[in-house]
């Protein structure tokens, strides 16, 4: 039955590189944190960078209400969205305009009247990030209470019935150990999901020691999320790679599909135009910038590099016997220079 769902879903992917669905727009709203996580994959934190105004922001919305027929889920995110004070300028004239947004956050800034403010513009859904207890998480974000500060951000959003109010974990060799206790954690908060992860070589993480999984690292991880699964809990595996038929469809809903450039796009602070924020930054990935490019043409005429599989860049992955279902993996994790997977479960996993 997989087999037979996997090569169905090739011949989707086929389909959906012709006609791609623009179901997700992220929003970068700022690189600017307060926080410093030793791998965030775009360096955030104490940073500048040239950023859009609520005016840009407005007259770009007002762009994409006009060109599409279906509006995309806006994903808020940065940096932390909320240092913007601009922020609730922004979003409500999204919510406004008919679209649905929901944000990711370190947690850090919500307390209850924020919590309030943000259901009362229109927010349905947002991820914070727990990376391990608390001693862990602290030392992992660089933020002395982060963890403290954050939990208590995920209670006050908890209150005020959002569609969905989702964890996510980075797992790394720091943190691999307790996995349970912030399962049990998970638990005590009833959160609605909780999304587990693994440390990715991208950003800040390339040049980070001691924190990368190893291959039994990995079988534990997704071990540990198909048993929890199969009991019923809702964790689940990012969309980040191709794990071979013992654990595609154990750890997450569905098949491994890079997102990027079929699915999702992306409007970064400066407004450069690209797929999935993790992707390294570098030109061919920058498609156009909104103040001088529409982004509907740049959506649809110019992606085509989003709609090429990564494996016909590579000898080994176009090779591979299981190049149809992986294509290379994902845009995120690809080596651009070398042009070969940063990052590849074969002979680890299948």
Not at 8 to 26: I, V
Not at 278 to 283: A, K, N, S
């Amino acid at each position: 039955m997989k087999l037979q769902q996997l090569h169905t879903l090739y011949e989707y992917k086929k389909q959906l590189r012709k006609q791609p669905k623009l179901k997700f727009l992220f929003l970068e709203l700022t690189m600017r944190c307060n926080e410093h996580c030793r791998h965030c994959g775009s360096s955030c934190g104490d940073v500048f960078s040239d950023e859009l105004t609520a005016e840009q922001y407005f007259a770009f919305l007002d762009q994409v209400k006009n060109d599409f027929d279906t509006l995309p889920m806006l994903c808020v995110t940065g940096g932390e969205p909320l240092l913007r004070k601009d922020f609730f300028d922004i979003v409500s004239y999204a919510s406004r305009s008919g679209f649905r947004w929901g944000m990711t956050s370190n947690g850090t800034l919500i307390t209850a009247e924020m919590a309030k403010k943000l259901k009362n513009t229109g927010m349905s859904t947002i991820s914070v990030s727990i990376d391990g207890l608390e001693h862990t998480h602290d030392d992992f974000r660089r933020s002395r209470g982060g963890f403290v500060r954050s939990v208590e951000g995920i209670k006050n959003l908890l209150q005020q019935d959002f569609l969905s109010v989702q964890v996510t974990t980075v797992v790394t060799k720091k943190n691999i150990r307790e996995l349970e206790a912030l399962f049990e954690l998970m638990c005590d908060l009833d959160v609605h999901s909780w999304r587990v992860i693994n440390i990715e070589p991208i950003g800040r993480a390339l040049t980070l020691d001691g924190y990368t999984l190893d291959n039994d690292d990995y079988r534990h991880l997704f071990d540990f999320i198909r048993r929890k699964r199969q009991l019923g809990y809702p964790v689940t595996y990012g969309c980040q790679h191709f794990l071979g038929t013992e654990y595609e469809r154990e750890v997450r809903d569905w098949y491994f599909l890079c997102n990027a450039g079929v699915y999702t796009a992306s409007i970064m602070a400066n407004g450069d135009i690209g797929a999935c924020l993790d992707i390294e930054r570098r030109p061919e990935t920058i498609q156009g910038n909104i103040l001088k490019d529409r982004f509907s043409d740049v959506w649809h005429h110019q992606f085509s590099f989003y709609r090429t599989p990564l494996s016909d860049k590579n000898e080994k992955c176009a090779n591979c016997s299981s190049c149809d279902f992986c294509e290379g993996g994902a845009y995120h994790s690809w080596d651009y220079d070398n042009d070969q997977p940063l990052v590849c479960f074969r002979d680890v996993l299948f």
